[in-house]
């Protein structure tokens, strides 16, 4: 199914967005060197519980997954990628770590992700991967316009992340959002211009690159829910939700 906002519930989309923003930036700035994954999940939790919002993790129970997810944030560290379960784990000095939150707030939902390097040490080669996941992010939203297509947005992501030498594995990419978490349309992290669905006002996209520094292959954790790099290299994810206006792609997970 692919939901269609209403001009009038554009508003509300953006208080979520920026809801999302803003909680992942108070995360970051607490994520230093000893902070556990669960004291993130709890602080998420409170958060999202003050805003008067609701989790779209904690009972999230696909398909892929050993569900209920039951925590509230995604917190992957270095090799993991994407659904990293929040357990009892002491961040180091140089981790990279990823964190992906989506919320409801008011019936919509807005989904993002951010990477960065825990404490003082900045690996080069994490913060290379970092960059290019945000540089595929921007081209994305710049090719998300009216009247694109969705092959469109998923080449301009793809060409920056192969351009950068990177793999990119096409089984989780982005999605249309809505009254839930994830909807029609996929967006795949590559893919052919001029093909797929057309885009319009009033759709909600989260778009996602994410990629492994040496491989397209994920293994899943023992946990049931964590994707690591099937090499054990570390990996990136960087992920906003935008928005298709009359006169282009606006973010809604800022500040
Ligand atoms: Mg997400
Ligand atoms: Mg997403």
């Known amino acids: 199914m692919i939901e269609i906002l209403r001009p009038t519930e554009l508003p509300r989309a953006k208080k979520a967005g920026a809801l999302v923003a803003d909680i992942l930036q108070t995360l970051k700035t607490r994520s230093t060197v000893g902070t556990n994954l669960r004291d993130i999940d709890r602080w998420a939790e409170s958060m999202i519980a003050e805003a008067g919002a609701q989790s779209c993790y904690v009972d999230y129970a696909p398909s892929f997954g050993r569900g209920p997810f039951g925590h509230y944030i995604c917190t992957s560290v270095n090799d993991a990628v994407l659904h990293g379960l929040p357990h009892d784990y002491a961040l180091a000095d140089g981790d990279l770590l990823s964190l992906d939150l989506a919320v409801s707030k008011e019936g919509v939902v807005a989904d993002s992700a951010i990477s960065f ?3 003082d ?11 290019a996941t945000e540089r595929a992010l921007r081209a ?13 947005v998923s080449h301009a992501i793809g060409s920056v992340l192969s351009e950068a030498g990177y ?9 249309g959002v809505g009254s839930t978490m994830h ?6 992290n590559a893919g052919r211009p001029g093909r797929g669905y057309r885009l319009r006002p009033g759709l909600l996209l989260a778009l996602e690159p994410w990629v492994m520094a040496d491989t397209a292959e994920l293994v899943t954790d023992a946990d049931g829910w964590t994707l690591r790099s099937a090499t054990g290299c570390r990996t990136a994810h960087s992920e906003h939700t935008i928005a298709i206006t009359d006169g282009g792609a606006e973010i809604l997970t800022v500040p």
Do not use: K, L, W, Y
């Open 117 to 119: 390097i825990v404490g």
């Open 121 to 131: 040490a900045q690996p080069p080669e994490s913060v290379a991967m970092i960059s």
């Open 140 to 152: 994305g939203i710049a090719a998300a316009r009216p009247g694109a297509r969705i092959g469109d």
């Open 167 to 175: 793999p990119v594995n096409t089984q989780f990419g982005g999605h």
């Open 183 to 188: 909807q029609d349309p996929h967006v795949p």
